[in-house]
């Protein structure tokens, strides 16, 4: 019995991680200057840089701009993933308990 519900929460974890893959966020600093794409298994799929908006002379602003739109994309992606957490949660409780997934975050 448990083996069989053990077995299922991987395969829908399996599921939710491909699905989060599959959800592109993207974020930028210094107005577009640098723009970072990642998925919403917070990992990071692009870079890229508007060389006509940053001095490549001043290497840490770049790095920190840099730093900026990694992090925000990184928040991005992780409150996307909460999100598609909690909807499948949400599919997982039987019929009348759904008031009860506040409970969970």
Do not use: C, Y
């Not at 991987?10 to 974020?27: H, S, Y």
């Not at 060389?51 to 770049?62: C, R």
């Not at 701009?65 to 996307?80: D, V």
Request: aromatic share 4%.
């Amino acid at each position: 019995m448990f083996g069989d519900m053990f077995g299922d929460m991987q395969e829908r974890q399996k599921a939710m991680r491909q699905k989060l893959a599959g959800i592109t966020i993207e974020a930028e600093s210094g107005d577009g200057a640098v723009r970072v794409k990642a998925n919403a298994n917070r990992e990071i799929v692009n870079i890229a840089f508007d060389k006509s908006k940053l001095d490549w002379e001043d290497q840490e602003m770049v790095e920190d701009l840099l730093i900026a739109a990694i992090n925000h994309a990184l928040e991005k992606a992780a409150a996307k993933e909460a999100e598609e957490a909690q909807n499948a949660l949400k599919d997982m409780l039987p019929p009348g308990l759904d008031g009860l997934d506040g409970l969970f975050g």
